[in-house]
């Protein structure tokens, strides 16, 4: 199994500001995914982040709003920037050590 | 590209009864097929998975799913609902072999009646 440590749990945010979201994981793995959910929405893959390389973003997802650092094993980072009203939603990351994924509380983003 | 249907955004039952919530996917590929739940205010937990073998699977607090893949879906089942059972519940289809990135479904959420 997998524990993962979401910071902020929870944060409302002027609009054009940035919000960094921690990931901490308490085991080395490959790959860590960042999800977005919308509200009353399921989850969106944003980025898949590997140790070492660059973040690969889905579809409608760039890097300059999105940006992700990952800087080693058990951790990473998603930005969300210059922030609207649209961003409001959950940011989950997850995990996927062997056979199943694991989620964070994930941030529950609020844009005012 | 994989996608996954949930039938009913929201399914209603009185406490007791039994619980069926209805995803079907698509997949050009044999899948590896997810029930995760959330509870409000939390992440996701995972329910069951299939990913080969016996079709039929069971996961925690009671629930179970079939594989069918003449029917391409993956039903989640609970004979008696339980007022914890209240939840939002997503079909999940992971898009490549090996567990990676997955997609979910639109979920489905369970409202349980005394």
């Known amino acids: 199994s997998a524990v993962i440590s979401q910071k902020p749990s929870r944060d409302i945010c002027q609009r054009g500001t940035s919000l960094t979201i921690q990931c901490q994981v308490d085991s080395q793995v490959t790959m860590m995914f960042w999800y977005r959910q919308q509200p009353g929405q399921s989850l969106t893959l944003i980025a898949t982040a590997n140790q070492g390389s660059e973040a690969t973003y889905e579809s409608g997802f760039v890097i300059d709003k999105f940006p992700i650092s990952r800087p080693n094993l058990t951790f990473s980072t998603l930005t969300v920037s210059n922030m609207s009203p649209e961003d409001s939603s959950i940011y989950l990351c997850?995990?996927?050590?062997?056979?199943?994924?694991?989620f964070g509380q994930g941030t529950r983003l609020t844009v005012v | 590209a994989q996608s996954v249907t949930q039938l009913g955004s929201h399914v209603s039952v009185s406490e007791g009864a039994l619980v069926l919530l209805r995803c079907n996917y698509s997949s050009s590929v044999p899948p590896y097929l997810f029930w995760y739940v959330q509870y409000p205010n939390q992440g996701l937990q995972l329910l069951l998975k299939?990913?080969?073998?016996?079709?039929l699977v069971k996961g925690i607090n009671g629930f179970e799913a079939e594989f069918k893949k003449s029917e391409t879906s993956f039903h989640l089942t609970k004979p008696s609902a339980h007022m914890s059972d209240a939840a939002e519940y997503f079909c999940?289809?992971?898009?490549?072999?090996?567990?990676?990135?997955?997609?979910f479904g639109t979920g489905t959420r369970l409202l349980v009646s005394p």
């Open positions: 299939y990913t080969t073998g016996a079709t």
């Open positions: 997850s995990v996927l050590p062997i056979t199943e994924a694991f």
């Open positions: 999940a289809v992971s898009e490549e072999r090996g567990f990676q990135k997955l997609v």
